[in-house]
């Protein structure tokens, strides 16, 4: 443990990103811990944890990894997720169109169509289910809902070989932050599809993220420049 700070789990985490200069004048004794989330892009962040519920601490986490997405650029390279195995062999493929400073899965979406696999993109119900629609890239089959362009169309019953899932985080065990609400984890849950997140390189993260019991893994991770499976 660094400055005899004892290094267990706590039930829950709240962060704040702090320079390593000043973790001590910041520390509150008996009330924090503290932990390096080894980021590759954000190796000098530190993360100063107090034991809350893992709720608001996955509330704290989106905030964070929202606000160091505004300073990275768009990652939009991905052949490393084109040369996987899954993918060449895939024949129905989810995928989902990004937004704002999401991973841009354009390229994705065009390749896909390109080897003639079947596209599905993901529309939220109003039961808060999500369905898998697919797609022959005319935009006149999207709907924009809010921020996120969705398809018209009846949901896709089939076999689905590969889900690409966005994130806002991933851990070295699998684990998956979200943009909250858990839509994405009840897909996931029924399907038995191989499962690969998009993020930037600094997102994959050494320590172990707050998880609930409702929370999926996926079974890799692909940035631009590495692919990690679990």
């Given amino acids: 443990a660094e400055d005899g700070i004892r290094d267990d789990l706590v039930t829950g985490v709240q962060t704040c990103a702090l320079p390593i200069c000043q973790r001590l004048s910041k520390y509150q004794e008996g009330a924090c811990e503290f932990r390096y989330f080894d980021c590759f892009a954000h190796a000098s962040t530190l993360l100063c944890i107090y034991a ?7 509330r704290d986490l989106r905030l964070f990894f929202r606000q160091s997405r505004q300073s990275q650029p768009v990652s939009r390279d991905w052949n490393l997720l084109f040369q996987t195995p899954e993918f060449t062999n895939a024949k129905v493929v989810a ?30 119900n109003n039961d808060s289910s999500l369905s898998w629609i697919q797609w022959d890239g005319d935009s006149e089959n999207l709907v924009r ?7 018209s169309g009846m949901p896709f019953t089939g076999k689905i070989d590969l889900i690409i899932t966005p994130a806002l985080a991933i851990d070295i065990r699998g684990n998956r932050l979200g943009q909250g609400g858990g839509i994405y984890d009840r897909a996931l849950a029924q399907s ?29 991770v692909v940035t631009p420049t590495r692919i990690m499976r679990f």
């Fill in 52 to 58: 809350i519920t893992v709720d608001s601490t996955k």
């Fill in 95 to 124: 995928s989902y169109h990004s937004y704002g400073q999401e991973p841009d899965t354009t390229e994705i979406n065009s390749t896909i169509l390109s080897l003639k696999k079947s596209l599905l993109l993901p529309r939220v």
């Fill in 145 to 151: 809902r809010q921020n996120i362009l969705e398809p």
């Fill in 192 to 220: 038995e599809a191989w499962k690969v997140a998009l993020i930037n390189d600094h997102e994959f993260v050494s320590d172990i993220l707050p998880v609930e019991s409702h929370d999926q893994r996926v079974d890799a």
